[in-house]
C-alpha cells in the first residue's frame, strides 16, 4: 500500500475480541476449556489487542478457563456486570468472582436505557447511575484497566439522550479507559451509529476511549463498525467469523482486511495484526470452523472458498489479462486463493485459465477446446456440476485432450445392504461390497464390509470405497494417504428424468483437497462414479504411470 | 409503525432483483428453466418492481427461460452488454438475442473505468462512450424501458471522474430510465458509496434515475445500498438470499424488511412490498434455500433461524417480561418466530401448539410434555431435525403419548446393487430389494427390482420402497394412491460421527404432502427409516385401525 503513512504517524486502533464470550452465545456452541485455549491462542498470534475470555463465575467452563488461560500478549479481559443494588461493589459476590479472575483488565456491562434501568433491574435511574459509577471506581481503586460496555446505548439515547449520556459520564468520570457503545439489539443502522457517535464525542467523551460493539441483525454489523470508527470511536469489539447471540457479532474476519487494506483505513490507522498474521486469517477463520465443526460458508467476505471465484465468462476471460479487473485486493493477502470454476457459462478463455491452473497449457484457438466445451455442457444437461468439482473437469478434460491415462478398469462390482435381527432380538445392519478390477492384465477381486472400528455399519458406499481402495496393486501406496472428508448427495434434473448427483471431497497426506462429481439415476452408482475419478485425480497428481502389459 | 406517513406522501423507492441473473453467478448454482419461472413467481408474489430473467442468447436455459417466462407484475427485465465496436447497435447479434427475448425493459452493462475500456475491450475511450449512447438510444427507439449498468463505475470514479461520468452522461443522454451505478468487484465501502453517489447528484444525473449494485466482498454490501439511498439513489438491485459471484450480491432478504420496518426508511418511502408479503419472507427465503439444496443459513438477519433466539440466560428471563427487551423487531412481521431453549415453559406452549395443529390435545404441565422434549433433543443431537420434518415429529409424540398403532412390524430386508457388462459389453447396473414384513400373525414376503418403464436402473431406495409398498396387505388400499415427490440427502454430525440424514417428501391423491426423516450412517437404513414414517402416518391420517390377531 504505498499511501501509507510510515508507522507511528498513524493513530492506534484497538481490536477487542469477545469469540470466548458474546461467540459462545451462539445457538448450538459450547466451548470446552481446552477449545477456548486454543483459540485464545490463534487470537494472540493474530494479533488483537483485548481478547475477552468469558464471564467468570457465571459457569463451571468459564471460571476453569480463567484459572488455566495462557499467556497472551492481549491484554486477557474479563467480563461481568455492573454491581446490584442495595450493597457496595466490594461487596457483590457477583463482581467478586469476576474480580477473582485476576485479569488485568475487566469490562463491566451495565444499563444506559432508561426503559430496561425500570423495566428489567426494576430500580430507580439514580441507584442505576450510583451502581455504574461506584463499579468502575471498585476497579480502578483495584489496579485493572476497566471498560464499561453501555448496553442497548443506541436504542437508549434515542429514547432518552440525557439520561444514556449521564451514564457514560458516571463510567467516564469513576476512571473507565473505555466506554463501549453497544448496539445489543442490532437494529441501529450504521447512519445512525455515526451521528450518535458524533454527538457522544460533541458531549465530551473523547473519541479515544469510545468502543464500538455491534450486532448483525440487519445484516450491517461491519458497517455499523466502521461508522463508528468514521465517527471518530477507537475500539472494535467483534468476533472471529461473526459467532454471537441470534445473528453474531461484528464478524472481525471481514473487519481485520478491510482496516489493513482499504486506503481509508490504512492510510490513517494501525492496528496489532501484521501484513504477516493477515496472510493467515483465512487458516485461523478455518480452524474455529474445524474447532465448531461448522462447514465453512463459502460467500464470506475475504476467507470465503468463493470470495475469489470468477464464475462468468467476461470476468473470468479479463482476469487472464490483469486480476485487479475483478479482484478488489490479492487474494493471497488474506491466504485465500484465485478460482476459475467450470460451468456452462464459461468460453474458452475461462476454460484455458482453469486447464492451466492444472498444468496443462493449450493454444487459444485449439479446436479441441471447442470440444472440451462441448462435453462440459452436455453432461451438466444430465446433471454433473462442474464448477463444484474440479477433479472431475480436470479428468474430462485430459479425457478429450488424450492426456487421460489409464491405470486401471473396474470390470464389475456388487454390493447388499442388509437389516435383521441379531440373536438379541437387535435390529443390526451390515453391507458388503465385492469389487474386481483389472489392472494390467491382472484381475484382482477385493470384498470389504461396512463396519468401523467401533462397530457401526457406514453404508453401501463405505464398504465399496474400502473394497475398491483396498488393493490396486502398484498403486496402492498413492492412494493409501487419501481420505474421504465430504460427501454431498443431490436430487437433480438430469434430461427428463431426477438423477442423483454425487459430490466427494477428498484429501490426503499432503493436505491437498479435491472434489469429484458422479450422476446416476442410482445414488451407490453415482458415489462410485465419483469415488474413482477421486483416485484417478490423485495417481495423476502423484505423477504415477500406468501398468501397461 | 406510527410515524409513517400514509401512503402517497412518501417517495417510491424501487427493487430489481437479479437473482436469476447474477444470482446465478453462485459457485454450484445452475437454475433449470422450470426453477426459474418458481423463483420469478415467488419474486413477483414478494413485491419486487423488476425481475432481470437472466442474459438471452447466452446460454440455452436462459434463451428457454425467456421463451417460457411467467406472467408477472414487475416488469420483467432481459439482461445484456453494450453494443460490440465496429458494427449498429441494430446490427449487433448478441444485441439483437436480449431485444428478441421482447421483455418490456432492457438492461445493458457498459465500462466505465477506462482502465477496464483500454485492459479488457481494448477500444478508445470514444468508442466506448459511442457504444453506450448508440445501445441506449437503441433500446428507447425500440420502445424498451433502457437501464445502464455502469460497471466497474466506483473504481472508475476513484481513477478518472471525467470518464466514468462522461459515461453516465451518454447513457442519461441517450434516454435510460436508470443508471444504475455498479460497485463491481465489491471492494468499495458504504463511505465512500455515499460521497460518490452525492457528486454524481451534483453532477447532474437524478438520484430519481440512480440505482445501486453492490457485492458484498468486505460484507458491507447491504449497508452500501443504504447509503446510496441515504444520498438520493432511487433502486436497489440485489437478490434473494445474497446469491451471486463471489461473496454474493446485496442481500433483498436483509433489505427489505430494513426499508419497510426501520423508521429512518419506512417514513420516507414506500416499495411494492407489502407488509402481508413481508410476513411471507422466510418462506420464500427457505423456498429458494430448498430449490438449491442449500443448508438455510442459521445466523441469516431477519430470518435465520437463530435470529430471534434468545440463549443468553439474562436475555431469555427479560424477554419473558418484554419481548422488545432483546428483540429489535417482531419476529412475526418477516414470517420468523422466538424460539427459547426447549427446557423452560415456553418451550412447552410452543409444543402444545405443535400437538394440536396434529389434532393432539395435551394439557399444559403434563410431565410428559417435558419427556417429549427430552427426546425431541436426544434425537436432534444425534442428526435428526424435526422443524423439516413434521410428520416424524408427530409420531415420535404419539410414540411418548401412548398413541401411535403398531400396524406392521419389519422383521429384515435386503438390497443389492450390481454393476456389470452386458453381452453387449455395456456396463448394466440393477439394484433389487427384500423385505419381509409381519401384519397381525402373517409374514410377508415381497420383492422388487429397480428397473423404471424406461429400463433405467433408479437405485436400491427406489427397489426398497417398491418391495415395502407392494404388498401391505389390509394396509394396501390406503397407501396406493402415495408417492415419494423428493427426497433430500445431507451429511450431518450425529454425536462425534459424520451420519447421513434423509428427507422424504410424499404426497398422496388427496394433494395432503407430508415431510419425514432418517438418521443413520448408513445411508439406505437412513432411507427406509424415512419411508417407514411416510407409510405410518398416512395410515393414521387415514384413520386405519391396526390389525391385531
Known sequence: MSNVPPAGQRERLYLYDTTLRDGQQTQGVQFSTAEKQQIARALDALGVDYIEGGWP????????FFDQRPETRATFTA??????????????????????AGTPAVCLVGKTHDFHVATALGISEDEN???????V???VAQGREALFDAEHFFDGFKSNPTYALAC???AHQAGARWIVLCDTNGGTLPAEIHRIVTQVIAEGIPGAQLGIHCHDDTGNAVAGS??????GARQIQGTLNGLGERCGNANLTSLIPTLLLKPPYAARFETGVTQEALADLLRVSRQLDDILNRVPIRAAAYVGASAFTHKAGLHASAILKDPSTYEHIDPALVGNARVIPMSNQAGQSNLRARLKAAGIEVEAGDPRLAR?????????????????????FELLARNELGLLPQFFEVKRYRVSVERRKNRYDQMISMSEAVVVVKIGGDKVLSVSESMDESGTDRGPVNALSKALTKDLGPYQAAIDDMHLVDYKVRITQGGTDAVTRVIIDSEDGQGRRWSTVGVSANLVDASFTALLDAINWKLIRDGLAPVTR
Not at 467480563?79 to 477473582?100: E, W
Open 137 to 139: 471506581a471498585h476497579l
Open 129 to 135: 447511575l450510583a451502581a455504574i459509577k461506584d463499579s
Open 372 to 392: 472440451i466445451l462441448d462435453v462440459v455442457k452436455e453432461r451438466e444437461d444430465q446433471g454433473y456440476a462442474y464448477d463444484a468439482a474440479q477433479a472431475s
Open 57 to 64: 463465575g457465571a459457569n463451571p467452563t468459564d471460571s476453569e
Open 226 to 231: 466502521l461508522a463508528a470508527v468514521d465517527a
Open 79 to 100: 467480563f461481568g456486570m455492573t454491581k446490584r443494588t442495595g450493597r457496595s461493589a466490594a461487596n457483590d459476590d457477583v463482581l467478586a468472582a469476576v474480580m477473582n
Open 168 to 170: 457514560l459520564k458516571a
